[in-house]
């Protein structure tokens, strides 16, 4: 799906929007237990976008996105 529009204040300006995103990625974690019934996971995910969006504003690329993306992330896990 690609949507379109005018931007207002820009001369020559057109904005769109391309819904597609592919990309591939990982993900490792461990647990690390706490208690019987708590513990705490720890993960990284890195993901890799096959497709980087462009910001285009009358006809030059002032910006793109990065091509690899990555997160940290710490979880409590309650077993019950």
Known sequence: MRVGGVVDGLD????????????????????????????????????????????TVAGTFPWTATAVAGSLGIDGVVRF
């Not at 990309?23 to 490792?28: D, K």
């Open 12 to 55: 020559g300006a057109e904005s769109f929007l391309d819904l597609r995103a592919p990309a591939l990625g990982g993900r490792v974690g461990v647990v690390l237990p706490v208690t019987n019934q708590l513990s705490v996971r720890v993960r990284a995910d890195v993901l890799r976008d096959l497709s980087p969006t462009t910001l």
